[in-house]
């Protein structure tokens, strides 16, 4: 069980000296309790009080960096099962394979799809953040590809059993912070060294889900924190099994061996990339911190894009849309303007809607704090003088020759309110679902 | 130090509800674990996959959807034999979306004939989608739970404002309904708990909770989905052990997303495979969160969503 920030409290040396950054043992402590400290930052703790601490007061899944600079991939760190139950924090980083048997064009071909394949939306860039560099006999190939990866920005899995030769990729990658993959039985203490005299992440290959525990164990007991874990399993109900059993264990049991991210490989579970794209989506919701795929094209990356930046949103918080004037379908002067609330969710179903009409339409987004139309009406962010001032500050005046703007049909009671904001315009209200859009645009005159 | 695998203990179990009649009736639900948890519990029935076949030719389907039903698309009878003897659909979900008040707006009375056609027609068992729009559908619905009779279909959308008319009929005709609600915990139990009161068998509800496709709120669906079935399998919340379904497809293709061609944005690749994965990444989430029936369209994302469960049901 982890402690309190009370029980955290009496254990420090109560002087409130302050190095820790915070004011006072108390908040430190309380820092402590909600995981946002490490019991490091406080100089003075005895070392009877740092044993019982560092047990409790360690996040039950230790965070992992991989990689440095804007490319840097935080895994673990999460502390609920299911989202709903707060939100999960870190999304799986996405890795392509290159290895050393594939010639020069196709692995520069790889390289440059994670340059490629990138998406905006909602503001956020979705992309895939890493390559996996892996070794198959070719060693001098092996290294070139560590040096080429070491000119661009994405973060580097290593992946070698040999340790020599992870040496040597390592004194080329070293400024990267790359993943080591893997430490095994047979090498676990040379991987384990080389981990330590780098500081790079490790991640470790198990038979199965005992056997990386003990592994974990093992390493952590040389003094080693950054750990990954990989049980071994190829079978896609197998190693979807183990990602539950991983997460379970290290939050609801505080069981340290696997207190650690994942990286799993439907690369490895099937010659199907379609069915490979579904078998990563069930890792995105269940509990992957890395998913090495064999390959990218557009149509595969996309939606495993989208679905992790589902998986991922804060439930807590709504996403949200600038606010401003959307021009939808190329539209003129005489185009019809619609006003609506800045929910995400709202502005792509609306906006969806009417691309589908074909009609060219302008979209005003007003901002309601990410509020969708109904509960921002409720709260008042959604009301006839809030709408009419946005609606004369936006510059949609400018942007038509005609008085008319659509309002949603569930905020069909501000028509009053508005018209009388906006003198000499025609309020009109529109559908109440989007869907019905289409419908009602087309005979827009 | 000896590793056990924590495990949950389940104090619920989802209620089992079988679809159609006969040799080819199937059973959903009857799970007492997490979906595809079966190192904990049972889950005998596999997550379903339902065929979605139109009342009416589609308007505005991409070619690439209407592709592998081009030459039946025109005839609902031909269309549901098609995704059966073609594509092994195992579930007929017929949506009446030429009766939408919003749309086409055909009476009740024309449309039912097609209901008719088509469960006289297959084997399997068939699902009934409505228009969401709660008059129409007071109406559409009943007429359809009598035309079915003795065929065991399941009937819906049935909301809050007309769960009487559809759930008395439904319950005279012996027919399933589809409760739904706007993804909310709550209100999924609350009409559960209406139907019950008036007279609707356990076994013959399955819940609706509304759904999101990728990109466009599949967040909300997926997390409600789970909340349901932690409450239903862990807080012994009787109300809410009904088996989940998830009309999605026309959620997934209606979008933005699956509509664009490659030479609209390179990026997004090629169509065809881009709104597949798109579909069955819907379907595959929400089998995960707890979906027991996913409505899906094209026959490309049906197999793979199907070979995927078969994988995490060995």
Wanted: hydrophobic share 40%; charged share 25%; glycine share 8%.
């Amino acid at each position: 069980m982890a402690l309190t920030g009370i029980q955290i409290f009496k254990l420090l040396p109560k002087t409130n000296c302050g190095e820790c950054k915070f004011p006072t043992c108390l908040a430190f402590a309380m820092a402590l309790a909600a995981g946002k400290a490490e019991l490091d930052a406080c100089p003075h703790v005895s070392p009877e009080a740092r044993a019982e601490l560092s047990d409790a007061s360690a996040p039950p899944i230790r965070q992992v960096g991989i990689g440095v600079g804007d490319y840097e991939v935080r895994i673990g760190g999460e502390t609920v099962m299911f989202r709903h139950e707060k939100t999960f924090f870190n999304k799986p980083g996405l890795a392509i394979l290159i290895t050393d048997a594939m010639d020069e064009a196709e692995a520069e071909r790889r390289f440059a799809k994670l340059s490629l394949y990138q998406y905006e939306r909602v503001g956020l860039t979705l992309r895939p953040e890493l390559v996996a560099l892996k070794e198959t006999g070719n060693k001098e190939r092996f290294l070139n590809l560590v040096r080429k990866a070491c000119g661009m920005p994405y973060s580097i899995i290593l992946m070698t059993l040999d340790a020599a030769l992870m040496k040597e990729a390592l004194d080329i990658a070293k400024e990267r912070r790359p993943l080591m993959y893997a430490a095994t039985e047979e090498n676990y203490e040379e991987f384990g060294n080389m981990a330590k005299n780098y500081g790079a992440p490790l991640a470790v290959k198990g038979q199965n889900i005992e056997e990386a525990a003990t592994l974990s164990e093992k390493l952590t007991g040389m003094g080693i924190k950054d750990l990954v874990l990989d049980t071994g399993q190829r079978s896609v109900r197998d190693s979807f099994y183990d990602q539950v059993c991983i997460r379970r264990a290290a939050l609801l049991n505080k069981y340290k061996p696997l207190g650690f991210p994942t990286i799993t490989f439907p690369c490895e579970m099937t010659d199907n990339p379609m069915k490979e794209v579904l078998i990563a989506s069930a890792f995105v919701a269940k509990y992957a911190g890395i998913i090495v795929m064999s390959d990218f094209e557009g149509e595969t990356l996309f939606p495993l894009l989208l679905q992790r930046l589902n998986i991922y949103t804060d439930p807590q918080r709504p996403m949200t849309t600038k606010e401003g004037i959307y021009p939808i379908n190329n539209p003129d002067e005489s185009s019809p303007v619609l006003v609506t609330c800045n929910f995400s969710l709202t502005y792509f179903i609306v906006s969806g809607e009417i691309e589908n009409s074909r009609v060219p339409s302008w979209l005003c987004v007003m901002d309601t704090e990410g509020l969708s139309v109904m509960t921002a009406w409720a709260a008042g962010k959604f009301v006839g003088d809030l709408v009419g001032a946005f609606m004369k500050k936006c510059g949609i005046i400018e942007k038509v020759h005609h008085k008319k703007v659509i309002i949603p049909g569930y905020a069909a009671g501000i028509l009053g309110d508005l018209e009388e904001e906006l003198p000499g315009w025609e309020v009109l209200v529109g559908p109440r679902e989007a869907a019905h859009l289409p419908a009602y645009l087309r005979m827009w005159k | 130090m000896a590793f056990e695998i924590p495990k949950i203990r389940y104090t619920g179990k989802i209620q089992e509800v079988a679809v159609g009649t006969g040799k080819r009736a199937v059973r959903v639900g009857g799970a007492s674990c997490y979906p595809f948890y079966r190192f904990e519990g049972e889950m005998p029935n596999p997550t379903r996959v339902a065929f979605e076949v139109w009342d009416h030719r589609p308007e505005d389907w991409q070619e690439w959807a209407v592709e592998p039903y081009k030459d039946v698309i025109h005839d609902p009878v031909a269309w549901a034999k098609k995704s059966i003897d073609a594509y092994g659909a195992e579930v007929i979900a017929l949506q009446l979306k030429s009766a939408d008040p919003n749309g086409m707006d055909r009476p009740a009375d024309e449309v039912v004939r097609v209901v008719q056609d088509v469960v006289n027609a297959i084997d399997v068992p068939l699902i009934i989608w409505g228009t969401a729009n709660d008059e129409k559908d007071a109406d559409l619905l009943r007429k359809a739970a009598e035309v079915c009779e003795g065929k065991n279909v399941a009937i819906g959308p049935v909301s809050e404002k007309n769960y009487k008319q559809i759930g008395a009929m439904a319950i005279g005709y012996g027919q399933i309904v589809m409760a739904s609600t706007p993804i909310d915990v709550n209100l999924a139990k609350q009409l559960n708990i209406l139907l019950g009161n008036l007279g609707m068998p356990d076994e013959k509800v399955l819940m609706d909770p509304t759904t999101g496709g990728i990109g466009y709120g599949l967040e909300y669906s997926y997390s409600v989905i789970e909340r349901d079935r932690m409450a239903a399998l862990t807080q012994e919340d009787v109300k809410l052990q009904h088996p989940v379904i998830c009309n999605l497809a026309h959620e997934v293709w209606k979008t933005r997303e699956s509509r664009l061609k490659r030479e609209d944005d390179e990026k997004l690749g090629d169509e065809l495979k881009r709104s597949i994965l798109m579909e069955s990444i819907t379907a595959m989430s929400l089998a995960i969160a707890g979906a027991d029936i996913v409505i899906m369209r094209h026959p490309e994302s049906a197999k793979l969503v199907k070979e995927m469960i078969g994988e995490l049901m060995k």
